[in-house]
């Protein structure tokens, strides 16, 4: 491009978010050899608190927040997240502005000494971030101990190998882009553990209104990847971006048409609601609507309403 563009982008400070930063970065510079860029680590409210549940202390923002609010200000001129941590609504005034390809978007079994799930005795304590692993995982096999578990990729892993857990449920993605693929023990299909929305994507978000660093983003853009995304994204919106039951959608481009798959748990995993449709590619939106709309009228409402009562 031969722009003298600057740009500070802002991370958490953890080893996947800086490589992730460092894939992101090197992309751009890729595309635009002359672009000044600038890493700016940001402690978020999910960095600092590290013990309660990701729940208890806010959801599904809590990565995000200080970060868009670092864009408002100017301290930074986008930051670089992990699409599953971005909530439904993001703060006015800032876009989505590019979804390189996703990585793979699977759960995977990280066991102290390799052993698969079928394999781990019963009772085996099992780390896990989200209610959408807990209550898939108790579907495969009931008679483990699913148990939160908090801190980075590099912190889980050693929790299991000191023995606090059996095993942890990770992202796939994060252990590759570490270079730690060897540590899995297992890796789910979608049709053992539905992905949480956004997973293996990531997402760079900037202020609506900066042109020239809109279509530097829009050039490591893929377009199949923000299809698929928004479709997931769609369905987690319709639900209730602060929807609290465990919850998971998964699409995917083949060829001219787009695949979503979703599910929606009661709060205890005692009853699975899911669905999939398949549509056009320029309805990718709209499916992950109707998907949810689906469930909902199926029964998901009805979890919320007890899930909200209790």
Do not use: W
């Amino acid at each position: 491009m031969g722009s003298r563009l600057s740009i500070t982008v802002g991370t958490r400070g953890s080893r996947l978010a800086l490589r992730q930063t460092e894939l992101i970065v090197a992309s751009l510079r890729a595309q635009d050899p002359d672009v000044q860029i600038e890493i700016k680590q940001i402690k978020t409210q999910g960095d600092r608190d590290q013990r309660a549940s990701l729940t208890k202390i806010g959801g599904q923002g809590v990565f995000v927040k200080e970060l868009e609010a670092a864009i408002l200000a100017g301290d930074i001129d986008v930051a670089v997240h992990s699409l599953k941590d971005v909530p439904s609504e993001i703060a006015a005034g800032l876009t989505l502005a590019a979804f390189p390809e996703r990585a793979d978007p699977r759960d995977t079994l990280v066991s102290r000494d390799g052993k698969t799930l079928a394999e781990l005795p019963a009772g085996a304590r099992i780390g896990m971030g989200s209610r959408r692993r807990a209550v898939q995982l108790l579907a495969l096999r009931d008679d483990i101990e699913p148990l939160d578990i908090r801190g980075n990729v590099d912190t889980r892993i050693r929790k299991v190998d000191e023995g606090e857990y059996a095993a942890a449920v990770l992202a796939q993605a994060g252990l590759e882009r570490l270079g730690l693929a060897e540590r899995a023990s297992q890796v789910f299909d979608a049709g053992e553990l539905l992905p949480a929305v956004g997973q293996g994507a990531l997402v760079i978000e900037a202020r609506a209104g900066d042109a020239d660093v809109l279509a530097l983003l829009e050039s490591i853009s893929h377009d199949a990847t923000r299809l698929a995304c928004e479709a997931e994204r769609a369905f987690m919106a319709r639900l209730g971006g602060s929807c609290q039951l465990p919850f998971g959608a998964y699409a995917e481009v083949e060829g001219g048409s787009l695949r979503i798959r979703g599910f929606v748990a009661d709060d205890e995993g005692h009853r699975f609601l899911r669905g999939e449709l398949r549509v056009p590619v320029n309805e990718a939106a709209t499916a992950g609507r109707q998907l949810a709309e689906r469930l909902l009228n199926e029964g998901a409402a009805e979890f919320m309403a007890a899930a909200e009562a209790s």
